[in-house]
């Protein structure tokens, strides 16, 4: 691991968020990546929330996911406190299946943008942090073109079989 390698932040408002955000963390351990998750909460913890935000920099981090679910205003609340890139990560919510969260996260107002992935997209969230990280850092860069290369070969397996499957015997 290069000795300045930033970590990515991985913030949750509940650790109800926790077994759908846990994607995020098996994604960032397998790059290699070092992160730190912390269940934060724009509304419960709105002081803990702007602290982390405005430290996240100088304490090591280069790129911030921030998960929450229903009226989740964590990721905009954290992206109003730093210049660091943010990751919003939409929990699927018990009532209105995430769009909710979904909303809450990427209608952010022009001037405070917040990079939103699917509704508990959290291996897209790692990826993206790793990408983000991987414009300055060779060693993610290498681990990123490894992870697309292996994912194209089991597609063509899966393509391969599905033919082998299917083919018409004569
Ligand atoms: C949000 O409210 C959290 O991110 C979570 O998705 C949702 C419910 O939180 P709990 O009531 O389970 O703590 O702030």
Redesign the pocket.
Known sequence: MEASMKKVAIL??????YPSVSGAVSQLKEFGIPYEARVI?A?RTPYDAEAFAKNARENGFGVIIA??????H?AGVIASYTTLPVIGLP?K?STLDGLD?LLSIVQMPSGVPVATVAIDGSRNAAILAAQILGVNDNEIGEKLVTFKAEMADEVRNKDRALQEKTVEKK
């Open positions: 949750m408002g509940s650790d109800s968020d909460s509304h998960a929450a679910g229903k009226a989740a964590l929990m919510s969260s």
